[in-house]
C-alpha cells in the first residue's frame, strides 16, 4: 500500500516543479557562479532569481538574504555572527537544537545566556523576554513557530522589545516559511532562518535573512560569497529548488492554500479528539502551524505507537531521535511542563503540500484502530501479565 | 539485535525460514555518558550501544531485508542494572548485571515493546534452548549444544510467560556454526570479534565506572574502608572500601604474610573484610533468595541437583530444599570454592535448568 507521510515537520518531499527548475543545474548549468565565463553568469543567474524569490516571500530586500546548508548553519550564523564573549543572550527553553545547542556552545565561550521557559500552552510570554533584558544583551532568539507544537510565539511582541531596548532579534523560522505568510517588516526582527527541506526544497540548502546594517562575522571563511558573509562555493541547484519552492510557496500562500491545510489539519486532529478517548492536543490553546498537531494519548508508549504506525505505512514522530536513532522525550513538551511519561506519549502529525484528505481518513482509522490495540495492552496491564 | 555475530545470524536465519521479522536494537546505555570522566577511556568503539554497534545492527537489518528500529530504554537500564549493579558493590557483594539486564529489560520491557508493535515472539542470540514439556505443561529452559557458550546461567529469572514467547535460534549449534552461517549469509558483521566484557563498563574496571558514575550523579562515593580480619577475629590491618574486594580475592589485599590469604567474608554492615587460607574458602552451603523456578512450580520436597555458582563454574552436585517462603538452601556433596554473595545459583537437572536465586 502507497505509504502515507505525516513527518513534514521533520522533512518535506521535494516538489515535482522544484526537482523540475534544479535539473538543469546538476550537468547542464554546471557552473561555478563566481566565474566570470558564461557557463559560471549561468548560474550566477539562477543563484540571484532564488534570492529574489525568497526575498519576496519573506518580504525583504535581495540583499538580505545569505544562502547557506540549511536552518542549522543560519541559526548558528545568526547566533555565533553577532554576539563576542561577555555578551549576553536570550533564547527559549523551546527553541529547535540548533539555536539551543549553538548557545550553550557560545556559553561555553564566555557569553551569557539566559533560557526563558515557555507556558503549559506552548507559548513563550514575551514580558519574561522583557525581564530578562541586561545592559550586556545583545541578542535575542526566540523561534516563530514550534517545531513540535506547531504553536506560533509572538516574535512581533518580541521584536518590539528588541527593537526597543536596541538588541538584535533573530527569529527561526525554519517552520513557518511557505506554510504561513512572513512579513519581515512586521515582526521588526533582524535575523531570521529558514530551511528548505521543510518548505519542499531539497535538504542541505537554506538561507539567513540578514536586515541591511546588521553586523554579522562569517563563520565560514574563504571566499567571498554572499558578499562575505559566507564563504564557500554556492550550492547552485540546492538554492534554485529553494527559489521555486519559495515562489510556490507565495503563490499557495495567496491562494490559501494555508486555510487548505489547516482544514486538513483540523478534520485529522477533530477526528482523533473524537474517536479516542483521554487523548488532548499539546498547545491546543494557540495558534498554531496549520499543518502541525501535537497529540498526547493516555497510556501509550510513543515509541511503540511510531513503530507500529510506521509498520502500517504511516510516517509519523515522537520526540527527538538520538544519534542512535532511539527516541528521547521532547525538550519542547517537557519545557511545557509534561512530565517525561506525557511527553513520551505525544505524537507529532505534520502534513504537507503532498497530503490529501484520504491519507487523513486513512491515518484516523489505524490510529483510532492502533491507541484502542496498545491500551489493550498497555505496560502496566502486561506487566501484571507477564509476572504473574 | 546488537550488530554481534549471534543475533545477526538469527535474523538471518529466521528471514531464510520465511517468519516475518522485525529487527530491534535496545539503545541502554549511551557509552559516550562517561567517557574521559575520572579516569574512564575517551574511546568507546566496539562496545554494545555504542554507535558502530547500533550501525551495524542497522546494516545488517537492511542487508537481510527486514524493518529495524532502535528502543531507547536508557532509564529503565540506569534503574533497573546500573545503579542496583553500583549498590552491590558498596554492600561487599559481586553483582551480575547481565542477568539484571535479561531479567528487566530483554526478556521484560522488550516483549512488551514486541507484543504492542505487533509481533508474537522475540527471537535473541543467546546460546540456550526454550521448548514446551507437555507432561510437565511448563516452558523449559535447557542448555545449548554449545556448553562453551552456555548463557542459561544468566537466564535463570525468564519466568514461564516470558519463556513461552521466546526463541532462542542458536541453541542448537556451536559458535564456530554461526560464523559460518553468518559468513554464508555474507553478512557484513561475520568477522566481527565478540564481545566478552560488561556491556557499560569499558576494561572491565568497575572501580573507575563506579567513581565516574557516581561523581556524574553528584553522589558522593561512600566511605566503606574498614578492618581486615582474619577468620580468628584479629584485625591484622586496615583497607579503603569493602567494594575493592571479592570474595575469592587474593592479590591487592595490602597485608603481608607468610602464607597466602584469600578474602573469605565481606561484611556490608561493618566494613569488615575477612580473610583466611584457601581452604577458608570452601564451603558445602549456601543460601538462595529472589528465587524463579522454572521446570517445577514449586520445590515441595529436597531436590537433587547440579548447581552452577558462577558463570564459568562447572555444576556441582548438591540437594536443594526450600526452606522459608522465598528462600532455598543448597548442601553440596563436595566443598565449593568462593560460594559469592551477590552471584547467583541456578541449578540443573542434567540440561534443564530447575531454576535459581541469588546468592546471599
Same mark, same amino acid.
Given at each position: ?388 | ?148 557458550? +552456555? ?5 535463570? &529469572?525468564?519466568?514461564? *510467560?516470558?519463556? @513461552?514467547?521466546? !526463541?532462542?535460534?542458536? %541453541? =542448537? ?37 563506579? +567513581? ?5 550523579? &553528584?553522589?558522593?562515593? *561512600?566511605?566503606? @574502608?574498614?578492618? !581486615?580480619?582474619?577468620? %580468628? =577475629? ?127
Amino acid at each position: 500500500m502507497r505509504r502515507i507521510y505525516l513527518d513534514n515537520n521533520a522533512s518535506t518531499p521535494v516538489l515535482p516543479e522544484v526537482l523540475a527548475a534544479m535539473q538543469p543545474y546538476f550537468a547542464d548549468s554546471f557552473g561555478n557562479a563566481s566565474s566570470i565565463h558564461q557557463n559560471g553568469q549561468e548560474a550566477r543567474f539562477a543563484v540571484e532569481n532564488a534570492r529574489e524569490s525568497v526575498a519576496i516571500l519573506l518580504g525583504c530586500g535581495v540583499s538580505e538574504i545569505v544562502f547557506t546548508s540549511g536552518g542549522t548553519e543560519a541559526d548558528n550564523l545568526a547566533i555565533a555572527g553577532t554576539i563576542s564573549p561577555g555578551d549576553h543572550v536570550i533564547t527559549t527553553a523551546i527553541e529547535h537544537h540548533a539555536v539551543l545547542h549553538a548557545c550553550r556552545h557560545v556559553a561555553s565561550l564566555g557569553c551569557e545566556v539566559t533560557e526563558i521557559p515557555a507556558g503549559g500552552d506552548g507559548l513563550v510570554d514575551p514580558d519574561d523576554i522583557r525581564r530578562a533584558l541586561r545592559s550586556n544583551t545583545r541578542l535575542i532568539s526566540a523561534m516563530f513557530a514550534n517545531n513540535e507544537t506547531g504553536v506560533l510565539q509572538a516574535v512581533a511582541e518580541i521584536g518590539k522589545i528588541a527593537r526597543e531596548a536596541g538588541v538584535a532579534f533573530h527569529t527561526d523560522a525554519v517552520q513557518v516559511a511557505g506554510n504561513v505568510p512572513v512579513d519581515i517588516s512586521y515582526i521588526n526582527c533582524d535575523l531570521l532562518s529558514i530551511s528548505g527541506h521543510k518548505m519542499h526544497a531539497p535538504q542541505g540548502v537554506g538561507a539567513l535573512y540578514v536586515r541591511k546594517g546588521t553586523r554579522l562575522r562569517a563563520m565560514m571563511h574563504g571566499g567571498a560569497h554572499e558578499r562575505s558573509r559566507r564563504a564557500g562555493t554556492e550550492n547552485v541547484p540546492g538554492i534554485v529548488g529553494l527559489g521555486k519552492a519559495a515562489e510556490l510557496a507565495r503563490m499557495g500562500l495567496t491562494r490559501g492554500d494555508d486555510l487548505a491545510m489547516r482544514a486538513l489539519r483540523d478534520r485529522l486532529e477533530q477526528g482523533i479528539l473524537d474517536g479516542v478517548e483521554d487523548c488532548r492536543v499539546n498547545g491546543a490553546a494557540e495558534t498554531r502551524t496549520p499543518n502541525t498537531s501535537n497529540i498526547q494519548f493516555d497510556a501509550i508508549e510513543g515509541e511503540s505507537f511510531v513503530i507500529s504506525l510506521d509498520l502500517k505505512g504511516i510516517a509519523v514522530s515522537s520526540g527527538a531521535a538520538c544519534s542512535s536513532g532511539a527516541t528521547e522525550p521532547s525538550h519542547v513538551l517537557l519545557a511545557m511542563g509534561l512530565t517525561p511519561a506525557q511527553a513520551r506519549s505525544s505524537i507529532r502529525f505534520s502534513l504537507g503540500k503532498q497530503n490529501t484528505g484520504d491519507d487523513v481518513d486513512r491515518t484516523l482509522a489505524t490510529v483510532i484502530e492502533t491507541v484502542a490495540r496498545l491500551r489493550q495492552m498497555s505496560p502496566n496491564y502486561s506487566t501484571v501479565a507477564v509476572r504473574s | 539485535m546488537s550488530g554481534g555475530v549471534d543475533s545477526s545470524v538469527v535474523a538471518a536465519m529466521l528471514r531464510a525460514q520465511g517468519h516475518s521479522l522485525i529487527g530491534l536494537t535496545l539503545q541502554l546505555w549511551n557509552q559516550r555518558r562517561l567517557a574521559g570522566k575520572e579516569g574512564m577511556p575517551e574511546a568507546v568503539q566496539g562496545r554494545c550501544c555504542s554507535l558502530d554497534d547500533v550501525y551495524d545492527a542497522r546494516r545488517v537489518a537492511r542487508q537481510v531485508g527486514i524493518p529495524y528500529y532502535v528502543v531507547n530504554q536508557e532509564a529503565r537500564f540506569e534503574q533497573e542494572v546500573v545503579r542496583p549493579f553500583v549498590q552491590e558493590y558498596l554492600s561487599g557483594r559481586t553483582p551480575i548485571p547481565c542477568s539484571l539486564c535479561n531479567n528487566h529489560l530483554k526478556f521484560d520491557e522488550l516483549l512488551v515493546v514486541a507484543r504492542q508493535i505487533g509481533a508474537e515472539k522475540v527471537a535473541t542470540g543467546h546460546y540456550a534452548r526454550v521448548d514446551y514439556d507437555e507432561a510437565r505443561s511448563r516452558w523449559l529452559l535447557r542448555r545449548p549444544a554449545d556448553r562453551s557458550k +552456555d548463557q542459561t546461567y544468566f537466564l535463570f &529469572g525468564l519466568t514461564q *510467560p516470558q519463556l @513461552s514467547r521466546t !526463541l532462542f535460534p542458536l %541453541g =542448537g549449534l556451536t559458535k564456530t556454526e554461526v560464523r559460518e552461517l553468518a559468513r554464508q549469509h555474507a553478512l557484513v558483521i561475520a568477522e566481527k570479534p565478540d564481545s566478552q566484557e560488561i556491556c557499560f563498563v569499558p576494561g572491565g574496571d568497575y572501580k573507575r565506572f563506579m +567513581d565516574a558514575y557516581l561523581a556524574e550523579q &553528584g553522589e558522593a562515593f *561512600p566511605d566503606t @574502608s574498614g578492618e !581486615l580480619v582474619t577468620t %580468628g =577475629g584479629d584485625v591484622i590491618g586496615e583497607h579503603t572500601g569493602i567494594h575493592n574486594f571479592t570474595v575469592g580475592q587474593r592479590k591487592g589485599l595490602g597485608v603481608a604474610t607468610g602464607s597466602p590469604l584469600y578474602v573469605i567474608q565481606i561484611s556490608g554492615a561493618d566494613h569488615k573484610v575477612v580473610v583466611g587460607a584457601e581452604e577458608d574458602l570452601q564451603s558445602r552451603k549456601l543460601t538462595a533468595r529472589r528465587i524463579n523456578l522454572i521446570s517445577i512450580a514449586q520445590l515441595n520436597e529436597p531436590m537433587r541437583v547440579a548447581i552452577k555458582i558462577r558463570h564459568r563454574h562447572e555444576p556441582a552436585l548438591a540437594t536443594i530444599e526450600q526452606v522459608a517462603p522465598d528462600e532455598i538452601r543448597a548442601i553440596f556433596d563436595a566443598p565449593q570454592r568462593a560460594i559469592t554473595p551477590g552471584q547467583s545459583a541456578v541449578f540443573y537437572d542434567g540440561d534443564v535448568v530447575v531454576g535459581g536465586g541469588w546468592i546471599e
